[in-house]
């Protein structure tokens, strides 16, 4: 029986780090045959750098605000990133926007998780969105990061639905237990040799697809 190799990933994050969080937990429990690299936050003494500790990941701080501009924290980012040889960059609640500089550089190895249905509601806000827009379903979505801002090719989505008297928060913590089902599913793939970025398609099993997955699909088909 042969093992799957791990791949070595790299998270970036800005804050709580919950997806963090289940990306390390399907890691130590053998679940996701990837090695987490190296956790780095642009914010100091964020409370996902304490996740990465206590998994024993290194775990390290890249203050933005130390850098005179953008192109320069980047160009800083990558040498760090790059120090610890990702096969996978996963951006996980990490709020700065990327340059094309920085997107080239791990075209087709790095992901994102954006807490809306894309292409609907980029960017900021997107519970507050949903909900002033009467939308009666929201979710996350997985997508390769492209120069685009939330506009990279998706991989998949996980959907819930916007109840009556649903608020940003009570939406978001719905969404957000979702979130932590895909993100890990999607870097598995990725892991697997099962997902990749061809130009502009996705391709999953050897297939570009013609529209995004949705989670509950994929888990049943596991
Ligand atoms: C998550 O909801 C993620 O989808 C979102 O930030 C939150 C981070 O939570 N990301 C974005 O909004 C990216 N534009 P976490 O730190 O607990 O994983």
Avoid: C
Avoid at 88 to 96: D, E, K, Q, T
Avoid at 99 to 128: C, M, Q, V, W
Avoid at 129 to 139: K, L, M, S
Avoid at 147 to 155: H, K, N
Wanted: aromatic share 6%; proline share 6%; no cysteine.
């Amino acid at each position: 029986m042969s093992a799957v190799r791990k791949i070595r990933l790299v998270v970036l994050i800005s804050g709580r780090g919950s997806n963090l969080q289940a990306i390390l937990d399907q890691a130590a429990s053998g679940e996701l045959p990837v090695e987490v690299a190296a956790v780095i936050s642009n914010r100091p003494g964020v409370h996902g750098l304490e996740r990465a500790r206590q998994a024993g990941v290194p775990a390290l701080e890249l203050d933005h605000k130390h850098f005179a501009n953008r192109p320069a924290f980047e160009a800083a980012l990558i040498e760090l990133i790059d120090r610890h040889r990702p096969d996978l960059v996963a951006l996980a609640g990490f709020m700065r926007v990327l340059t094309a500089d920085f997107t080239e550089h791990y075209r087709g190895r790095l992901l994102n998780i954006h807490p809306s249905l894309l292409p609907k509601f980029r960017g900021l806000h997107t519970h507050e969105r949903a909900i002033a827009a009467g939308e009666t379903e929201h979710g996350a979505s997985i997508h390769f990061v492209t120069a685009e801002l939330d506009g990279g090719p998706v991989i998949m989505r996980a959907r819930v639905p916007v109840l009556l008297g649903d608020d940003p928060d009570t939406l978001a913590a719905r969404v957000l237990e979702r979130e932590h089902r895909l993100y890990p599913l999607a870097i598995r793939w990725f892991a697997e040799g099962r997902v990749r970025l061809d130009g502009e398609r996705v391709w999953f099993d050897g297939k570009p697809l013609a529209e995004p997955l949705w989670l509950e699909e994929a888990l049943l088909s596991r």
